[in-house]
């Protein structure tokens, strides 16, 4: 066991116990990892194991893997993908209604600004290959004020606690982040702990040479934070060393701790409530003896403290990151797909596959073999040179000379029914497993346009799931970036992020005289109100879209022939035509030109009337029979 950490203060209790759990929950992580390393080569086509393709390269044959699963799942991100979604601020109270709309808009800019489509996509190819997918927000200050990220984070990088059940880690204590770091990078870093960095790798490059002298390790439990046999300098080299490549790695803790905060009501009180919690004891005494009839009560309350350490040293310590946040969240979101009921690991749509894609590539393999494969039945003495008369019979155009007199026959080991079968069968258990080859556009002319589309639907309903947890990270992490907004833009931001091309920008807590008072005050201020996301999701899909304009199509005869005005214009913008926002645009132009000359020939008509009424009125007053008009 190596010793490097003799002085026993707090931050050593607090290492000790950080070490503990992170290894305890990477172990955990790592037994996952394992799983989807192999999930991961099922669907980038490396599904063959080393001793598959010793055997392969033994006996000639190539190593040719037909790749069932990446089509699919392909086809499962882009449906996914070609789904708008529109997200939404709904406001939770009658006066926050009109500060929804520029709510909305606000969060669209940070959306548009962090290139959100690019990480979903990374977020949904992981949710459906390995079973979990990570979004992360953060804030970058510069000299103005802090700009909100919203970044994919490799599920590899981010442990949860290993206690976790919830998909919105409510019940999570801790989460890690980690990264490889080299020594000297994270020197730089962290110029005043340099040498406390070096001697991490030092004591750990010491151990990797002498590791007869060391006792066996001792294993970390759950009580690993109090045993009398470990120490916060205990170094499991695997988990935070790589001392052959000189790295580190470094591990950021997300810990949530709970918090009993006490108040008191009374209604002398400036509030009716003020927050006790902190009060000495003497305070409490002059507070009860002045509001003798107060009432007192608690509740809990999260607080989210975050630090950075590696194996031998804490680097940061910071307590209640986000003192803005009463519910402790992480700055996270996750999307998970389905859980093992006994792990409780994450898997994917990739896993239901492996065994039937298995399954066809043995028999697929085993079918090439036989087809390529002859066997030479001949007698003793009957080709003067067997190695050579071997090359020839496999060669499609060799030839062989045999003695006259002598048997000697060709076989080929031509597969029989059964092995086409079972090749077919294990194709169609891939079929049956998931996701119908239908889904990904592949058509079986054998079914009828009506089965397809049945097919397709099926397969749709399975994915709901998925979508429904891609649907709640995105909503997750756009709670937490509204917190942020709230708490931390505080000054004027110009934003338009709209449909409409000629729509004003919105100005955010925008600073306006009162035109009678003088005194200024906030319009369109972020930090009023409170707000839910509402996700709003539109598939536009090609054949989605085409159906949607038929539809349209159809119904336009019947709507002219009852006499009612068709909006041609939404016609149009159901079509894929190219160019038919600029001709809306024209068609929107003329029939406002056309409703402007019919204003203005009833403001004539008008004119006209009311002249000729004044006539009449002027010959009827001079006694003159004058015809109506």
Not at 112 to 140: I, P
């Amino acid at each position: 066991m190596i010793k490097d950490y003799p002085v026993q203060d707090a931050d050593f209790e607090k290492l000790k116990r950080w070490k503990s759990e992170f290894t305890q929950d990477f172990k955990h992580h790592q037994t996952w990892w394992n799983k989807k390393r192999e999930w991961e080569r099922f669907y980038d086509g490396d599904q063959l194991s080393q001793e598959e393709k010793a055997a392969l390269a033994g006996r000639g044959q190539p190593e040719v893997v037909i790749n069932l699963i990446k089509p699919r799942i392909d086809a499962i991100m882009g449906d996914y993908l070609g789904r708008r979604m529109m997200m939404r601020a709904r406001d939770k109270g009658s006066a926050d209604f009109e500060k929804a709309k520029y709510v909305t808009e606000a969060l669209r800019y940070v959306e548009e600004m962090n290139r959100f489509d690019e990480h979903e996509t990374q977020v949904a190819k992981n949710l459906f290959t390995s079973g979990v997918g990570w979004y992360k927000c953060n804030l970058e200050f510069d000299f103005l004020e802090p700009e909100i990220k919203i970044s994919y984070r490799c599920n590899n990088d981010i442990i949860l606690d290993r206690r976790c059940r919830r998909t919105d880690l409510k019940d999570a204590k801790r989460l890690w982040e980690t990264v490889w770091v080299e020594v000297g990078d994270l020197v730089e870093m962290y110029p005043d702990m340099k040498e406390d960095i070096e001697r991490s790798l030092a004591v750990a490059q010491e151990s990797f040479n002498n590791l007869g002298s060391y006792p066996n390790k001792t294993t970390l439990g759950d009580d690993y934070a109090t045993s009398e046999n470990v120490t916060a300098d205990t170094i499991d080299m695997d988990t935070f060393l790589d001392p052959k490549r000189k790295r580190i790695r470094l591990i950021n803790v997300w810990e949530r701790v709970q918090k009993r905060i006490e108040f008191a009501f009374h209604p002398s009180l400036e509030g009716s409530v003020i927050e006790i919690t902190n009060f000495s004891k003497e305070e409490m005494s002059a507070f009860k003896q002045l509001y003798p009839n107060a009432q007192y009560f608690t509740r809990t309350r999260w607080e989210i403290n975050s630090g950075i350490f590696i194996s031998n040293k804490i680097l940061e310590d910071k307590q209640n990151v986000r003192p803005h946040d009463s519910e402790g969240k992480f700055p996270f979101s996750r999307a998970l797909g389905n859980v093992e009921h006994e792990t409780f690991m994450p898997y994917g749509v990739v896993k239901q596959y492996i065994d039937a894609q298995k399954e066809y590539n043995k028999r697929r393999s085993k079918l090439l073999h036989k087809t390529n494969t002859n066997r030479i039945i001949a007698e003793e003495g009957a080709v003067a040179d067997i190695e050579r008369t071997r090359k020839e019979a496999a060669r499609p155009d060799g030839v062989v000379i045999y003695k006259a007199g002598k048997q000697f026959q060709i076989d080929k080991d031509n597969p029989d029914q059964s092995d086409v079968y079972l090749l077919n069968l294990a194709q169609s258990e891939v079929e049956a497993t998931g996701i119908a080859k239908e889904f990904a556009g592949q058509e079986d002319k054998q079914l009828s346009g009506k089965a397809i589309q049945l097919r397709q639907i099926t397969s749709d309903k399975m994915l709901r799931q998925y979508y429904a947890s891609l649907r709640a990270a995105r909503r997750d992490i756009f709670g937490i970036v509204l917190e942020e907004m709230q708490q931390y833009w505080t000054s004027e931001k110009l934003v338009k992020i709209t449909d409409d091309p000629d729509a004003q920008g919105i100005v955010l807590n925008q600073r306006v005289p009162d035109p009678i008072t003088g005194q200024v005050y906030i319009m369109n201020d972020l930090r009023l109100g409170k707000y839910d996301i509402k996700i709003d999701e539109d598939m536009e899909t090609p054949n989605q879209r085409t159906e949607n304009f038929n539809q349209l199509a159809a119904l336009m005869p019947a709507i002219i022939q009852s006499g009612q005005p068709f909006p041609v214009e939404y016609l149009i913008n159901a079509s894929d035509m190219p160019g038919k926002n600029d001709l809306i645009q024209q068609i929107m132009a003329e029939k406002q030109r056309q409703l402007e000359i019919a204003q203005a020939n009833a403001q004539v008509a008008q004119a006209q009337a009311v002249a000729a009424h004044a006539q009449t009125m002027t010959g009827a007053a001079n006694g003159q029979n004058v015809p109506p008009t």
